[in-house]
């Protein structure tokens, strides 16, 4: 109220009202995405402006990085690989998790409190206590090597991390609906597909994004599992250290092509994302 | 929600539980194996009991691991945690801010963990990173391939960067289920700040928080490759956490008694601390009425 009278003038040039709020969240924004910036800046350099000189931005432009990495097989059949068992290890979580989660939203059965902190124990599981038994399992049954023992690997954590999130929406849901379906004369089957999977559709867009999340993003077992055909782009990366040293611009490009698809998915799913936090339920 | 007795919903789980078992059940079955027989090659085992655990036991090895895991994710949870909440507290409550911190913050969690090593390798280089550089410009001796206390604030740094929006986030999301009225309460009653987050947000959003300390303890016991292609556990052994030093001796000597041993105490420990977690968790669910 007192600097109403005290410097009416400075009001007139519709600056920003700038409070304590801003600041921290500028700082920390700052603080998020300095080391991105950077990451952008060497992707854009040659490697003699990197090594030979310190600039904060690149001197001559160059997009030789990016080419190197979409004209050359061996690197973006690593996007399509990642790609490829990302999408299956989503497809298999939801499919299995969705009918399991129902049942422990809407029913109580023998052990089904221990049933879902077992689930849950999966989820704690350290990737590396699996790395070795996986890789003998998935070479024993001849599937090392191949999109699909990496999506069901990531399925040790990502299924009791969906059924997890799914029930948590499913018990939103009114158990009248249930109802009414069953005495209009819809079997079990179709009332699941028809009616109750249109109810929780944005439960199971948060799940996906999550699903998608910690498959795109684990290493540990994608490398150990895979060898050539199915070698997944964060592992491809390790291959620019060569002959004359580390190939510093063609590997920041790398990382930056790996963040695309991330950013892209929370673009689609930025309004959800903290009704999917919100539940709790990572 | 009362719900229905049903038995029949067993058929509903028999999908997950089959997928779990196989991917789940059967590796850690190995797991065990290995962890009470001994081998000479060419696949010829014999029982040998308890001795991987007794050796393992004995270890210095496992113990200075599990000392600095243990270390790490308490410094973790100290300034993540309190980071977080503060974050959260500052966060725009709605419109086109609150989406652009939204996904900004978003950004670093759905970088690949490797990657996510890579822009810091890049950003801490004294020869070719901002970090590094500008620090080595100040005049301040920083080496993090060398220098033990450089290469644990490096790592330590970067899980901040990484993880703290999570905490961030999940915090934020309990305060947005805040009804107004609370905060009008609040103002009548002429409430200084802190009284308002000591007793109206805190208790509010401690069940979120829960969750929170609970990835996080588990994810950061777990780390892996982020300080695996930053330090690659140096320099010497400073940084080797407990999942780098299982992986080296798993499949890098190829130890598999000890190291099958090890993965079942590692295990257990984690499991031990977040049934303890999960207790105090749908204990405070109920509480609160669910």
């Not at chain 1, 700082?27 to 060497?42: A, G, R, T």
């Not at chain 1, 160059?62 to 990642?82: M, P, Q, V």
């Not at chain 1, 699941?192 to 684990?218: C, D, H, N, Q, Y």
Request: aromatic content about 14%; charged content about 10%.
């Amino acid at each position: 109220m007192s600097d109403l009278t005290q410097s009416p003038p400075k009001r007139g040039f519709g600056l920003p009202s700038v409070n304590g709020s801003a600041i921290v969240m500028g700082l920390y924004l700052l603080f998020l995405l300095l080391p991105i910036y950077w990451l952008v800046m060497m992707s854009l350099k040659t490697n003699t402006e990197i090594l030979n000189s310190f600039t904060l931005w690149p001197q001559n432009l160059t997009f030789d990085n990016y080419l190197t990495i979409l004209t050359d097989a061996s690197w973006y059949t690593g996007y399509l690989n990642s790609m490829a068992y990302v999408v299956m290890n989503m497809v298999i979580s939801l499919a299995v998790a969705l009918p399991a989660a129902y049942a422990f939203s809407r029913y109580s059965f023998m052990g089904d409190k221990h049933l879902f902190f077992w689930l849950l124990t999966n989820r704690m599981a350290p990737p590396a206590v699996f790395a070795l038994p996986f890789f003998q399992l998935y070479s024993s049954v001849g599937l090392f090597d191949t999109h699909i023992a990496v999506a069901l690997a990531h399925c040790l954590f990502n299924v009791p991390l969906a059924v997890w999130i799914l029930e948590g929406f499913m018990r939103g849901v009114p158990k009248e609906i249930d109802e009414t379906a069953y005495i209009d004369g819809y079997s079990f089957p179709r009332f699941f597909i028809k009616i109750f999977t249109p109810l929780v559709a944005s439960g199971i867009g948060v799940t996906a994004f999550f699903l998608f999340m910690f498959s795109w993003v684990e290493l540990l077992l994608s490398r150990t599992l895979t060898s050539v055909d199915a070698k997944p782009i964060a592992a491809t990366m390790t291959r620019t250290v060569g002959a004359s040293g580390i190939d510093w611009g063609v590997l920041a490009a790398a990382g930056v092509l790996t963040i695309v698809p991330g950013a892209l998915v929370i673009y689609f799913v930025r309004n959800y994302i903290a009704k999917g936090f919100a539940l709790g339920r990572v | 929600m009362n719900k229905t007795v049903n038995q029949k919903a067993w058929f509903l789980i028999l999908p997950v539980l089959v997928l779990v078992a196989f991917s789940a059940v059967i590796p850690l079955m190995t797991v065990v194996n290995y962890s009470v027989q001994d081998t000479f090659g060419n696949n010829q085992f014999f029982w040998a009991g308890l001795e991987w655990f007794e050796e393992m036991l004995a270890s210095e090895r496992m113990w200075d691991a599990l000392g600095r895991q243990i270390v790490f994710s308490l410094i973790i949870l100290a300034i993540e945690i309190p980071l977080g909440i503060f974050v959260a507290l500052n966060m725009p409550k709605k419109g086109f801010w609150a989406s652009l911190c939204l996904v900004l913050m978003s950004l670093p969690l759905l970088i690949p963990w490797n990657v996510v090593g890579t822009i810091w390798q890049i950003f801490g280089r004294v020869d070719i990173g901002l970090l590094g550089h500008t620090l080595a410009a100040l005049g301040i001796d920083y080496n993090y391939t060398q220098d033990s206390t450089a290469a644990w604030i490096t790592v330590i740094v970067m899980d901040v960067w990484h993880w703290t929006s999570l905490v961030a986030l999940l915090a934020y999301a309990g305060l947005q289920s805040i009804p107004d009225a609370y905060y009008q309460a609040a103002k009548i009653d002429q409430a200084s700040r802190w009284k308002v987050f000591r007793f109206i947000e805190l208790p509010k959003i401690m069940g979120v928080l829960m969750i929170a300390i609970l990835l996080r303890f588990m994810d950061s016991f777990m780390i892996y490759t982020e300080p695996f292609v930053v330090t690659g556990g140096g320099p010497g052994n400073a940084t080797t956490f407990l999942s780098i030093d299982l992986v080296k001796m798993a499949l890098g000597q190829f130890d598999l008694g000890p190291a099958a041993a090890f993965s079942i105490m590692y295990y257990l420990v984690i499991l031990l601390v977040s049934y303890v977690f999960y207790t105090v968790m749908t204990n405070l669910d109920k509480r609160d009425g669910h």
